[in-house]
């Protein structure tokens, strides 16, 4: 059984950081990718950046790059976001997401696990 846990969310005031957790359980992590995704109200939801499992690459949302970094810790099972510079529009739900593929997928529909979500507000 599939188990993904985000913890870590929490408010913050514009230009601060936070960083966001992923514990994962039950993958086959050898072939599989893990991803962010956030969701504002009213707004559908919005891939963040993604990372293969095996590799360590990393694959970003253009409007995030640079500020935000996903990254992977193979012994604990666990992804993490850290997110820099931060902005009001960067407040929403974050979810963590888990795909049985190697392969890079930036749509919520192309992965298989979600997490339960985390909140992340950002202050002016």
């Known amino acids: 059984q599939v188990q993904l846990v985000e913890s870590g969310g929490g408010l913050v005031q514009a230009g601060g950081s936070l960083s966001l957790s992923c514990a994962a359980s039950g993958l086959t992590f050898s072939s599989c990718t893990m991803g962010w995704f956030r969701q504002a109200p009213g707004k559908e939801r919005e891939f963040v950046a993604t990372i293969n499992w095996s590799s360590g690459i990393p694959y970003y949302a253009d409007s995030l790059k640079g500020r935000f970094t996903i990254s992977r810790d193979s012994a604990k099972n666990t992804m993490y976001l850290q997110m820099n510079s931060l902005k009001p529009e960067d407040t929403a739900v974050y979810y963590c997401?888990?795909?049985?593929?190697?392969?890079?997928?930036?749509?919520?529909?192309?992965?298989?696990?979600w997490g339960q979500g985390t909140q992340v507000t950002v202050t002016s």
């Open positions: 997401a888990a795909r049985s593929s190697p392969t890079f997928h930036t749509g919520p529909r192309g992965y298989d696990y």
